[in-house]
């Protein structure tokens, strides 16, 4: 049930089982059927040579065991792709890939770029303003200005509301417009 493999001079131990989780792979026609389909020389512990960088198997190996795929941060997607693709782990190819193309459209897009507006604002409307923001609009923080106003017998305590959201004023060159309960926000910040 355990296989030994020698990958680049670095031992891995698995099961046949989970090498023939892709059953077209070059590691299930390696050793898991009956007679091996491919011929392949064994070292003298009798590990299967594979003549791979070690450092990239880790994560085909783990893919195989858990259906995840986990890279560490000093690894290369790509080299992990060479891999898959080597390794012929169609599914794994497939989601490396999806993974690359991923970065490059977050990487494409540049840095996230934030709008911050202060809201000024009485005790009795700060409740309302919170609850009615929305599209992207994420509370920051609260800032007590005193009560410099007097209704009748009550004092009104006055605040300053901090409120941010990411820019993306823009996509494809369509410039979006911004939003009912965001215009209401526009001119509550305008009372400043």
């Known amino acids: 049930k355990w296989v030994r493999l020698n990958v680049g001079g670095t031992y891995f131990v698995s099961t046949r089982q989970t090498l023939c989780r892709e059953p077209k792979s070059f590691l299930c026609r390696l050793c898991c059927q009956d007679g091996p389909e491919l011929g392949s020389d064994k070292d003298e512990t009798g590990a299967y040579l594979i003549d791979r960088d070690p450092t990239y198997f880790g994560p085909i190996l783990n893919y195989l065991r858990h259906g995840k795929l986990i890279i560490n941060k000093e690894l290369a997607e790509e080299g992990v792709l060479e891999e898959a693709e080597f390794y012929n782990i169609a599914s794994l190819v497939r989601l490396v ?96």
């Not at 009615?132 to 017998?153: H, P």
Request: charged share 30%.
């Open 97 to 192: 890939k999806e993974r690359i193309r991923d970065n490059e459209n977050r990487t494409s897009q540049g840095p996230v770029k934030h709008v911050y507006r202060v809201l000024q604002c009485q005790e009795e409307e700060l409740t309302q303003m919170v609850s009615t923001m929305s599209d992207g609009w994420k509370f920051e923080q609260l800032i007590s200005i005193g009560s410099s106003y007097n209704y009748g017998n009550e004092d009104q305590a006055e605040f300053l509301c901090v409120v941010s959201r990411e820019l993306n004023n823009s996509t494809n060159g369509i410039v979006k417009e911004p939003s009912e309960k965001a215009k209401i926000l526009q001119e509550r910040g305008s009372r400043m």
